[in-house]
């Protein structure tokens, strides 16, 4: 089983920065990807970032240049910088992971962190 961690949401104004964390601990031996997604109230969940265990990163064009992913293979443990927050980027975030061994669509999933950005 694979458990997913997420720590560092919040409540911050407009302009400001957040980072997210999530630790991946269980039976798993590294990770092909890992990511975020997000969903707000009445919204689907969407892409926010992800990243392989390479490095290559992908992200959603609306947050593109203000949000940063990194990651610590060692600890399978993926960052979220998030700057220049916009109340648009209010959401619950969710952590994901594909771990090694398994297919590219399984994905685990964490819980989920509230961030909300006041105007």
């Known amino acids: 089983q694979v458990q997913l961690v997420e720590s560092g949401g919040g409540l911050v104004q407009a302009g400001g920065s957040l980072r997210l964390s999530c630790a991946a601990s269980g039976r798993i031996f590294g990770f092909n990807v890992m990511g975020w997604h997000r969903q707000a109230p009445g919204m689907q969940r969407e892409l926010v970032a992800e990243?392989?265990?390479?490095?290559?990163?992908n992200y959603s064009d609306s947050v593109r240049g203000r949000f940063t992913i990194s990651r610590d293979n060692a600890k399978n443990t993926v960052y979220l910088e998030m700057n220049s927050l916009k109340p648009e980027d209010t959401a619950v975030y969710y952590c994901n992971i594909n771990p090694i061994g398994f297919a590219y669509g399984t994905r685990y999933w964490g819980r989920g962190t509230q961030v909300t950005v006041s105007s």
């Open positions: 990243i392989t265990r390479g490095g290559n990163t």
